[in-house]
């Protein structure tokens, strides 16, 4: 009785969490990755919003650094649409010349070496983090604002709330969350062109006095304060307005979300994000100085705006509330962009081994769900920590992503400069970069002074922490890859003369299942393992071998193609040395996102076929067993090994030590 209610209660789990995060993915669809796959429209929408958003607090910590100087917000304006439009034409050579996506990661890594790389993916995945965390927490700010003060304390467990959905929302898909959130932002865009067209075609004439305020402002200023003292002031707000221009770059770090082509579909992705943002964050500052907005206490610089424009409108106040409480709700959207983006940056870091590699492992709906849950903890853990305080939040949010931003120019600057020979337009190209590299370096320095005591020191911590776990966790790797470099010169050349004529597999012979990954010293040593503690006991060797699908190999059909390819190759050299040594031989292999889930088919089915059979694996061993070791390493043979020993099948894990 006891087993099938069990099985019952095992079955009613998995059906929760099916209908919680949405079934497997068939990775045998020929349509999987158009199915899959963003059209630009959308794909503005999951990495777009970001930078849009960005426009409800950028302009405005821009604006109020003007003081009593508010006649430099049209120049602010023109020169904040021309810096959007330069770090995205930047970033457009990125997508056209890194085409797997990655980003400032993958360009930093590729043209200024791993150092450089780690620096700039530790920096864009506090970033995400920071992304997410102020935009949940501004979010709940908006919402709240039109709530009674003693509902209040519950703005943190909303916030939490808030995350833990997106986290579902992102386990179950990116295309199906962006889709849920895309009325959200389409709301924003309709709004927003309504209120900045509005703002200047009903203000038309109030142009010409705008334009003799500029000319009062400046000759004041002039005369008191000198073009030193103007410039420095335009370029503290023109800084400190930095926030405008975060999310530019996650349009090439999603990359392999996009749908073929890629390239083109990036770009035209890239256009919309830049048109709009620019389009938004200079006509509002022009908005600003036209209609004359000044400061209220507990209200947004577009919170007074829309009140000033609608006021006199037919459900004026209605719209103006639908106008503001848009840009709140497109902020939970921009979240969005942390958990596409961030993940991703942390599964090329993993490929790298700068992280635990299980961060490059995907789910059956084909997610990195590992590093949302990752980037979805640590946001519950920052807004806890800071109470959901949005103004504690941007202070260290300001920072990092010009990190990003330099070390991106720079490598780029760098890669046209070895182009030179190749590419007739490398100077046009790199002049870009170098502009963008000077805009960039000069926000950082000015920010990270202007917010260091403020609490920007504590993103610089956060960010060196996580660089130093890096490189502890790579040094580990390394070590452990010297290891297995030595075991693959000690077995992987050794000759071997044929056995005689090949033996044919026999139904009911003693079968030994071995499990192995590549073609490698490692599965040797477990082969030579089970000869050498066995002897004369098994006839047949039948080894199994899951094709890992992670973010390295998921990247198109022809990628998945060749990863099976390369998995059968390494199975047929495993069956030529196990017929050498005189054992009958077979392998099965099979396409598979979870390696303990596709190994266990496949013994089974083995041991259906073959039923003598017992189940071999390897599995690394280490003098002095650490507490980070698990992390480190899936322990992928002990879950098979109890998953196949509760289904009745004998399994052996055949200890290697290795030096590490």
Excluded at 244 to 263: D, K
Excluded at 294 to 300: D, L, Q, S, W
Excluded at 605 to 628: M, N, W
Aim: glycine share 8%; charged share 15%.
């Amino acid at each position: 009785m006891t087993e099938p209610i069990a099985a019952e209660r095992q079955t009613i789990v998995e059906r929760i969490l099916r209908a919680i995060f949405g079934s497997p993915k068939y990775l045998k669809d020929p349509h999987l990755f158009h199915k899959m796959a963003l059209i630009p429209i959308l794909a503005w929408v999951g990495l777009g919003a970001d930078g849009l958003s960005s426009s409800a607090y950028g302009p405005e910590e821009a604006f109020r650094a003007l003081g009593e100087h508010t006649y430099l917000a049209v120049f602010l304006g023109l020169t904040t649409a021309l810096t959007v439009f330069i770090i995205s034409y930047a970033y457009s050579r990125i997508i056209e010349h890194f085409p797997h996506g990655g980003g400032g990661y993958i360009v930093a890594t590729h043209m200024l070496g791993e150092k450089a790389g780690v620096v700039s993916g530790s920096a864009l995945l506090v970033d995400y983090v920071l992304t997410i965390t102020v935009s949940i927490a501004s979010c709940v700010d908006a919402c709240f604002s039109f709530i009674p003060q003693p509902f209040h304390v519950y703005k943190v467990p909303v916030g939490i709330v808030l995350a833990i959905l997106l986290i579902i929302l992102n386990i179950r898909g990116v295309k199906e969350s962006i889709s849920v959130m895309a009325p959200i932002f389409m709301i924003f865009v309709v709004t927003h062109v309504v209120l900045l067209v509005y703002g200047v075609g009903a203000h038309v004439d109030r142009v010409v006095p705008l334009a003799s305020g500029i000319r009062t402002g400046l000759s004041h200023d002039l005369s008191t304060m000198g073009v030193i003292g103007i410039m420095l002031l335009f370029l503290r707000a023109y800084s400190l307005g930095g926030g405008t221009y975060t999310g530019i770059e996650a349009v090439s770090n999603g990359l392999q979300i996009m749908r073929e082509p890629r390239v083109k579909t990036g770009k035209r992705t890239m256009i919309y994000m830049a048109t709009s943002l620019a389009f938004t964050a200079g006509v509002l500052f022009f908005c600003y100085a036209l209609v004359g907005v000044r400061p209220v206490e507990g209200k947004t610089l577009n919170a007074v705006l829309a009140d000033g424009l609608f006021a006199h409108w037919p459900m004026g106040s209605a719209l103006a509330f639908v106008t503001i409480f848009s840009e709140g709700a497109l902020l939970l959207v921009a979240a969005q962009t942390g958990f596409v983006d961030g993940p991703r940056v942390m599964a090329n870091m993993a490929v790298d081994s700068w992280f635990p590699h299980r961060f490059a492992a995907l789910s059956v709906r084909l997610t990195m769900r590992n590093g949302i849950m990752l980037m979805g903890l640590s946001t519950i853990a920052l807004l806890l920590y800071t109470k959901g305080s949005v103004s504690a939040l941007v202070v260290m949010y300001s920072i990092n992503v010009f990190v990003t931003f330099s070390l991106s120019q720079l490598g780029m600057s760098k890669f046209f400069i070895q182009k030179r020979k190749e590419d007739p337009l490398w100077f046009r190209h790199l002049m870009v970069h170098v502009v963008g590299l000077v805009l960039c370096v000069t926000i950082l320095i000015i920010t990270t002074v202007e917010k260091f005591a403020e609490g920007g020191w504590l993103t610089l911590v956060i960010t060196s922490v996580v660089i130093a776990l890096c490189y502890l966790i790579k040094g580990h790797y390394l070590r452990l890859r010297r290891g297995m470099k030595d075991l693959d010169e000690a077995l992987l050349d050794f000759p071997l003369s044929p056995h005689g004529e090949v033996p044919e597999l026999d139904r009911n012979a003693p079968t030994a299942i071995q499990l192995v990954s590549s073609y490698s010293g490692f599965g040797v040593h477990t082969l030579l393992s089970i000869m050498s503690t066995f002897p004369k006991t098994y006839k047949n060797i039948i080894f199994v071998s899951v094709a890992m699908i992670d973010s390295g190999s998921f990247k198109g059909a022809e990628e998945l193609e060749a990863l099976e390819a390369s998995v059968k190759s390494s199975m047929e050299r495993y069956v030529d040395m196990a017929n050498k040594l005189g054992f009958a031989a077979g392998y099965r292999t099979e396409l598979a996102t979870d390696v303990v889930e596709g190994a266990v088919q496949l013994c089974k089915e083995a041991a259906d076929e073959y039923p003598r059979s017992t189940v071999f694996t390897g599995q690394i061993t280490f003098r002095l067993e650490k507490f980070y070791h698990r992390l480190l390493h899936n322990e992928t043979a002990f879950a098979i090994q109890r998953r196949l020993q509760w289904d009745g099948l004998t399994t052996v894990i055949m200890p290697i030590r290795v030096r590490s």
